[in-house]
Nanobody, 117 residues
Framework: QVQLVESGGGLVQPGGSLRLSCEAS????????MGWYRQAPGKQRELVAVRTTGGTTNVADSMKGRFTISRDNTKNTVYLQMNSLKPEDTAVYYCNAYLPSNSRNYWGQGTQVTVSS
C-alpha cells in the first residue's frame, strides 16, 4: 500500500519560511518523479515544483527563487523549502509521486500552509 505523508505545514508570517517534508512508503521511491502541488480555496490545483529521478528540477515561475525542492532517496523523502512566503502562497500543499513508465500517480493527504500576519 502506497502512502505519502506530508508534514511541516502551519501558520507563518509574510516573509517567513517553512520546510515541508513528504515521506513515501510502499513504493520504489527512486524510480518516481516527486513533486509538490498546491490548491488554494476556490482555485485549481497547481504545480509547485518537481524533482525527477534524474535530478532535474522544475519550479513554477511564481515561486522561482523562493522555493526549492530536494529529495533524499535514502530516506524516501522529498522536501520543499519555502522562503519569502507571501499571503498568496496560502494553500493546501500536496505531495505527488509519478511513475513515468505507466503514468501511475499517488497523492498525499495534504498539509495546510497559511501565510498571514
Amino acid at each position: 500500500q502506497v502512502q505519502l505523508v506530508e508534514s511541516g505545514g502551519g501558520l507563518v508570517q509574510p516573509g517567513g519560511s517553512l520546510r515541508l517534508s513528504c515521506e513515501a512508503s510502499g513504493l520504489i521511491f527512486w524510480i518516481y518523479h516527486m513533486g509538490w502541488y498546491r490548491q488554494a480555496p476556490g482555485k485549481q490545483r497547481e504545480l509547485v515544483a518537481v524533482r525527477t529521478t534524474g535530478g532535474t528540477t522544475n519550479v513554477a515561475d511564481s515561486m522561482k527563487g523562493r522555493f526549492t525542492i530536494s529529495r533524499d532517496n535514502t530516506k524516501n523523502t522529498v522536501y520543499l523549502q519555502m522562503n519569502s512566503l507571501k499571503p498568496e502562497d496560502t494553500a493546501v500543499y500536496y505531495c505527488n509521486a509519478y511513475l513515468p513508465s505507466n503514468s501511475r500517480n499517488y497523492w498525499g493527504q495534504g498539509t495546510q500552509v497559511t501565510v498571514s500576519s
